[in-house]
Antibody, heavy 121, light 108 residues
């Protein structure tokens, strides 16, 4: 049974960098059957796809965030991480890490519980 | 970016009702379409992938159909645990892999 757990600060100041880590258990981030993704959801709103990292470390990002986002893999710790720079209040959201299954329509088949990150001074 | 439009945005229904939610893509996405269910305060859960394939463990009252630009999620007989929000997601071509704005299914 795979488990994903987000960790990181719940409060970030404007203009600073948001940093989150997802610890994966029950599945290896080096497993070629999966990619690893971040999705966010502002309070009371819908889901926004942030980006994805493959088992080899290659990445794809949402163009609307691309200049500020970095997603990386740490295979030694079976983790992947998100960095979002120059944050503003509009980056306040619940951030989910998730596992994407390689194959037909690449669905997100497992999600972390989510962590609320507020951007405020 | 490919835009996904769900309808309706909200829906009231009763236990036992048959419910259909639609999702329309701004361009053809073949069958690169997934459906998720989200309950308040919880992460989304995968229901249907590749437009019509039921995820393992999901009750058979859920079904999906469509191809190209128009897709539907149908719940054949609503159960109390089905009252939630539902999102479609397209995964066609290059990112971003956008979600619909969601449909909130409420008890009548």
């Amino acid at each position: 049974q795979v488990q994903l757990q987000e960790s990181g600060p719940g409060l970030v100041k404007p203009s600073e960098t948001l940093s989150l880590t997802c610890t994966v258990s029950g599945s290896s981030v080096r497993n070629g059957n999966y990619y690893w993704s971040w999705i966010r959801q502002p309070p009371g709103k819908g889901l926004e796809w942030i980006g994805v990292v493959s088992y080899s470390g290659s990445t794809n990002y949402n163009p609307s965030l691309k200049s500020r986002v970095t997603i990386s893999l740490d295979t030694s710790k079976n983790q992947f991480s998100l960095k979002l720079s120059s944050v503003t209040a509009t980056d306040t959201a619940v951030y989910y890490c998730a596992r994407v299954r390689v194959g037909p329509s690449a669905p997100i088949d497992d999600w972390g519980q989510g962590t609320l990150v507020a951007v405020s001074s | 970016d490919i835009q996904m439009t769900q309808s309706p945005s909200s829906l009231s229904a009763s236990v036992g009702d048959r419910v259909t939610i639609t999702c329309r893509a701004s361009q053809s996405i073949s069958n690169y379409l997934n459906w998720y269910q989200q309950k308040p305060g919880k992460a989304p859960k995968l229901l249907i992938y590749a437009a019509s394939i039921l995820q393992s463990g999901v009750p058979s009252r859920f079904s999906g159909s469509g191809s190209g630009t128009d897709f539907t999620l149908t719940i054949s007989s609503l159960q109390p645990e089905d009252f939630a929000s539902y999102y479609c997601q397209q995964t066609y071509g290059t990112p971003p892999y956008t979600f619909g704005q969601g449909t909130k299914l409420e008890i009548k």
